[in-house]
């Protein structure tokens, strides 16, 4: 896509699931790619070597320009709750590939359980890493863009949950609707200067972490009647639209949420009349 080529890209929670994907197809793009990894060295490092791995078959099946590209991957361990490990992981981003011109927040996990009894300590948790992590990483990634006077983009991995109540993850979708507004009021504030910021809400999607319904022909099929297009999503589907929004393509885009979801967010109970006509 038009612009990614020699871009400087950090993703954040990029070893595995849609943060792998975004990753690879950024790598394929010819873009140097910062893996941000909590923890697991070896996971990370699978990562990296599928990137290399996907770089290589590109350039073998018609993409030979990217030799030339000199495309850079980093792996660098972060832990997004912690303003101390965020600010060292930019510092590290920014001395490998000397700037960052896209920042991809898509670090998050949740913890189910009943609103009346999940603990304070497990909410924090999930709105640490969800939405404030979202938050100091924009932040720093604006004050690079600011400080080098350039433009910038900012990619927030929400959830269709930014919409739609997800009872028994209270704090996983609190903080998906922060980040909606998040996205938003930073697009506003900074429009003007330059810097792009979008959101992309995956719905069902097939992602190691989903291996307990994927794998499961009942709890599939519970999952999938729900979505109007009657399957899940694929990590690659979500990173192509990351690659656009991100793209010289989406130039005109910001504050922007797109819902990459097979229709989940039009009502599905709605797809058969039963309302009074």
């Not at 990217?66 to 101390?84: F, H, I, P």
């Not at 991995?157 to 997800?166: A, G, L, N």
């Not at 979801?261 to 599905?268: C, M």
Request: hydrophobic content about 40%.
């Amino acid at each position: 896509m038009k612009g990614l080529k020699g871009k400087n890209v950090l993703v954040t929670g990029g070893s595995s699931g849609i943060g792998q994907a975004i990753a690879i197809r950024f790598g394929e793009e010819g873009a140097n790619v910062a893996i941000n990894y909590r923890k697991g060295a070896e996971e990370a490092q699978h990562t990296a070597d599928v990137i290399h791995e996907h770089i290589a078959a590109a350039v073998d099946q018609c993409m030979n320009r990217m030799q030339a590209a000199g495309v850079k991957t980093l792996l660098v361990q972060a832990d997004v709750s912690k303003e101390d490990e965020v600010k060292k992981m930019f510092d590290e981003v920014l001395m490998n590939f000397g700037g960052l011109d896209i920042l991809i927040n898509n670090a998050g996990f949740q913890i189910p359980g009943n609103s009346e009894e999940i603990t304070v300590d497990s909410f924090d948790r999930v709105i640490g890493t969800n939405l404030r992590g979202a938050f100091m990483a924009a932040q720093l990634a604006i004050k690079h863009f600011l400080a080098e006077n350039k433009p910038g983009v900012i990619l927030n991995v929400s959830s269709v949950h930014q919409e739609i109540p997800k009872p028994r993850f209270l704090s996983y979708s609190v903080s998906k609707g922060g980040m909606q507004n998040l996205t938003r009021t930073l697009a506003l504030e900074y429009a003007a200067r330059g810097i792009r910021i979008n959101g992309l809400g995956p719905g069902a999607t097939i992602t190691p972490i989903n291996r307990a319904w994927v794998d499961d022909p009942v709890k599939k099929e519970q999952v999938e009647q729900h979505i109007p297009m009657r399957r899940a999503a694929t990590s690659e589907e979500m990173a192509a639209v990351t690659a656009f929004l991100c793209s010289d393509d989406a130039a005109y885009i910001t504050g922007q949420t797109i819902f990459v979801d097979g229709g989940l967010t039009l009502y599905p109970s709605f797809e058969t009349a039963w309302s009074s006509e």
